[in-house]
């Protein structure tokens, strides 16, 4: 069963770039533009994690929040909120609402990504997966280690990203763009050359066998469904 993911953003850009990626990672979402709409809908349905805008129409993120929190049905619903202002005392505030984390725009997209697990993981260890796993390769997020037929390989940093963020979505095509945004983040300036070039790193990382990579011409790359599906042979 598919995670739940409400999204209170009045930003629609943000939104859908948010439920695009979340839903790329197999959650189900949904979108809510107002604050007070979301009160709402959140009497009717409880999902799994609420990311939360600060400045909304209708109820402030703020308000909402504290407001949820007095709630039983959604006292622990886990929140992260979304903001845009830096200053140190509007954070503690914004924790101090009863909010689980927060990210401060513009945010590196893989950085709330990463924020997202983390939080759904403690709040329901079972659903999330911390180890990846196809054919004979398993990825570790916790650990950050990968293993081939049971030996440990060695990734960069980087080439490890980018195994984890085609893992997840075996069978799915990503443009070059596409996994520069997964992977390296928005605000970061690489060229999408550079994808190949780690491309070829994590192919050579991955050592002799199957190559679990695919390229798809004119397209960009990615994990081979068949290979995911090849159990350990
Ligand atoms: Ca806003």
Same mark, same amino acid.
């Given at each position: 069963?598919?995670?739940?993911? =409400?999204?209170?953003?009045?930003?629609? /850009? #943000?939104? &859908?770039? #948010? *439920?695009?990626? &979340?839903?790329?990672?197999?959650? *189900?979402?949904? =979108? +809510? %533009?107002?604050?007070? %709409?979301? %009160? +709402?809908? &959140?009497?009717? =349905?409880?999902p799994d994690l609420l990311l939360l805008d600060w400045m909304l129409p209708g109820i402030s993120g703020i308000e909402l929040c504290r407001r949820l929190r007095q709630r039983e049905? =959604?006292?622990? &619903? /886990? +929140? +992260?909120? #979304?903001?845009?202002?830096?200053? %140190? $005392?509007?954070?503690?505030?914004g924790l101090a609402t009863g909010a689980d984390d927060y990210v401060v725009k513009p945010f590196s997209l893989p950085e709330l990504m990463a924020r997202v697990r983390a939080i759904l993981r403690r709040a329901k260890p079972d659903l999330i997966a911390t180890v990846l796993k196809a054919g004979d390769l398993e990825l570790d997020r916790e650990t950050h280690r990968v293993r081939r037929a049971g030996r440990e390989l060695h990734l960069g940093p980087t080439e490890f990203k980018l195994l984890e963020f085609l893992m997840q $979505? /075996?069978?799915?095509?990503?443009?070059?763009?596409?996994?520069?945004?997964?992977?390296?983040?928005?605000?970061?300036?690489?060229?999408e050359r550079t994808v190949d070039?780690?491309?070829?790193? #994590?192919?050579?990382a991955l050592g002799r066998g199957r190559d679990p990579i695919r390229t798809v011409r004119g397209s960009g790359y990615s994990f081979d469904e068949e290979f995911a599906g090849a159990g350990a042979a």
């Open positions: 069963m598919a995670l739940h993911v =409400t999204i209170v953003e009045d930003e629609e /850009p #943000l939104a &859908l770039m #948010l *439920r695009y990626n &979340l839903e790329a990672e197999g959650y *189900r979402v949904d =979108t +809510i %533009e107002r604050g007070d %709409e979301a %009160e +709402i809908r &959140l009497r009717e =349905t409880v049905a =959604t006292r622990s &619903l /886990p +929140i +992260i909120m #979304l903001t845009a202002r830096g200053e %140190e $005392s509007e954070r503690v505030r $979505s /075996p069978g799915r095509v990503f443009s070059r763009a596409q996994m520069l945004d997964g992977v390296w983040g928005r605000d970061i300036y690489v060229d070039v780690h491309v070829g790193r #994590l192919r050579k």
